[in-house]
T-cell receptor, first 114, second 111 residues
Framework: DARVTQTPRDKVTEMGQEVTMRCQPI?????VFWYRQTMMQGLELLAY????????DSGMPKDRFSAEMPDATLATLKIQPSEPRDSAVYFC????????????FGPGTRLTVL | AQRVTQPEKLLSVFKGAPVELKCNYS??????LFWYVQYSRQRLQLLLR??SRESIKGFTADLNKGETSFHLKKPFAQEEDSAMYYC?????????????FGTGTRLKVLA
């Protein structure tokens, strides 16, 4: 049963520290999405990739967030420096990149910035 | 602008009562709409999509283009339906697609 995996599951860090979150999409999926989930905003799209190329990262604060796909099996989301307002659950999802295609979500990384 | 609106953050109903989770969208193209569900301590998963016209776990959703709505309905709520529900719109641009999610509605089914 193929699943999207994310590491770490939980991360507590201090303000100013660098945070790297990793995602392994389902093999064969060509689209990867990063979302942030908060109580107030719900699910916000931060960035997404198709065939490893970044298509849209307009949802990310550019000065501190960066997203990459160094290869087809790994997507990363980095925050440097982290701030308390970045505390949220970050989800990765993968799919086949077609309009009606289902997105498969990872378990999320719960980030707490103190 | 593309937008999905879920006006209720929390909806509480008693077991056996009908449920309707509201979703309205704003999109100039031909919309593809979905409902995703997140049960406690589980990952988000697809519940249903409008193109399938299916009923999953007793839930149905009809796309109403005139009212730009895609409300999720179930005639008789069960306790296991308690979860977070997200409405999503698939928006295409130059052959690529991104998903726009609403802010979610937490459904609590009371015994």
């Amino acid at each position: 049963d193929a699943r999207v995996t994310q590491t770490p599951r939980d991360k507590v860090t201090e303000m100013g520290q660098e945070v790297t979150m990793r995602c392994q999409p389902i093999l064969g999926h060509n689209t990867v999405f990063w979302y942030r989930q908060t109580m107030m905003q719900g699910l916000e799209l931060l960035a997404y990739f198709r065939n490893r190329a970044p298509l849209d990262d307009s949802g990310m604060p550019k000065d501190r967030f960066s997203a990459e796909m160094p290869d087809a099996t790994l997507a990363t989301l980095k925050i440097q420096p982290s701030e308390p307002r970045d505390s949220a659950v970050y989800f990765c999802a993968s799919g086949l990149g077609q309009g009606g295609a289902e997105q498969f979500f990872g378990p999320g990384t719960r980030l707490t910035v103190l | 602008a593309q937008r999905v609106t879920q006006p209720e953050k929390l909806l509480s109903v008693f077991k056996g009562a009908p449920v309707e989770l509201k979703c309205n969208y704003s999109y100039s193209g031909s919309p593809e709409l979905f409902w995703y569900v997140q049960y406690s301590r589980q990952r988000l998963q697809l519940l249903l999509r409008h193109i399938s016209r299916e009923s999953i776990k007793g839930f149905t959703a009809d796309l109403n283009k005139g009212e730009t709505s895609f409300h999720l309905k179930k005639p008789f709520a069960q306790e296991e339906d308690s979860a977070m529900y997200y409405c999503a719109l698939s928006a295409g641009l130059s052959g690529t697609y991104k998903y726009i999610f609403g802010t979610g509605t937490r459904l609590k089914v009371l015994a």
